[in-house]
């Protein structure tokens, strides 16, 4: 039988874990709510981005709006083209890649055609030639294949590489995880304390 003394340890007992399951269940909730928070701000944002052809490739035909778009957007990458040369045509391949892949920067393309001003302003000379403007200043030139291994089958990667060192692309940054570590944990695999 149960004396008193062990009944008010069981209640108590029993109001203590019905306590600490509805804190797990507020935490849990509260991480849930937060996460579908971040998840729609997400959705959000690439939805607008996706509404002002971020995302796209755009064929530019007047001068005036690739002007316009490299000074009002915050990140553009401007690919110059000829429509006859091959090797433009495989800068698209590549810029395409990208402009699915970074929401964030506005990748756009012209024919020289279009654009003698431009062409005459920015001493464009060899094609193909792709700039990238951050908030409307120039940041990069890549003239034809010189700096991507001069050859025509260069990777995607390579002008990945230099459109992020320009500073026109960003790589999503990691989250750093939270974890509860004990005091006794340590992140030095070299420790002094242990023993050898």
Same mark, same amino acid.
């Given at each position: 039988?149960?004396?008193?003394?062990?009944?008010?340890?069981?209640?108590?007992?029993?109001?203590?874990?019905?306590?600490?399951?509805? !804190?797990?269940?507020?935490?849990?909730?509260?991480?849930?709510?937060?996460?579908?928070? &971040?998840?729609?701000?997400?959705?959000?944002?690439? !939805?607008?981005?996706?509404?002002?052809?971020?995302?796209?490739?755009?064929?530019?035909?007047? !001068?005036? *709006?690739?002007?316009?778009?490299?000074?009002?957007?915050?990140?553009?990458?401007?690919?110059?083209?000829?429509?006859?040369?091959?090797?433009?045509?495989?800068?698209?391949?590549?810029?395409?890649?990208?402009?699915?892949?970074?929401?964030?920067?506005?990748?756009?393309?012209?024919?020289?055609?279009?654009?003698?001003?431009?062409? &005459?302003?920015?001493?464009?000379?060899?094609?193909?030639?792709?700039?990238?403007?951050?908030?409307?200043?120039?940041?990069?030139?890549?003239?034809?294949?010189?700096?991507?291994?001069?050859?025509?089958?260069?990777?995607?990667?390579?002008? !990945?590489?230099?459109?992020?060192?320009?500073?026109?692309?960003?790589?999503? *940054?990691?989250?750093?995880?939270?974890?509860?570590?004990?005091?006794?944990?340590?992140?030095?695999?070299?420790? *002094?304390? *242990?023993?050898?």
């Amino acid at each position: 039988m149960y004396s008193s003394r062990n009944l008010e340890d069981i209640v108590d007992d029993e109001a203590l874990f019905a306590e600490l399951e509805n !804190e797990e269940d507020n935490d849990i909730s509260a991480l849930r709510e937060q996460r579908i928070k &971040e998840i729609q701000d997400e959705i959000n944002r690439r !939805e607008a981005r996706f509404e002002n052809d971020h995302g796209l490739y755009t064929d530019i035909a007047k !001068e005036k *709006e690739f002007m316009d778009i490299t000074t009002s957007e915050k990140y553009v990458v401007g690919h110059f083209y000829h429509k006859d040369f091959r090797r433009c045509k495989i800068m698209d391949t590549h810029l395409e890649k990208l402009a699915k892949k970074y929401y964030d920067t506005r990748f756009i393309k012209i024919d020289v055609a279009n654009a003698p001003f431009l062409v &005459e302003k920015l001493q464009i000379r060899v094609l193909p030639c792709v700039m990238a403007w951050v908030n409307g200043y120039a940041q990069t030139k890549i003239v034809g294949f010189d700096d991507l291994g001069n050859t025509d089958s260069f990777q995607t990667a390579s002008l !990945e590489l230099k459109l992020i060192h320009a500073g026109v692309i960003r790589k999503k *940054e990691e989250k750093v995880q939270n974890t509860k570590k004990s005091i006794f944990q340590s992140n030095d695999t070299d420790s *002094e304390l *242990e023993d050898d």
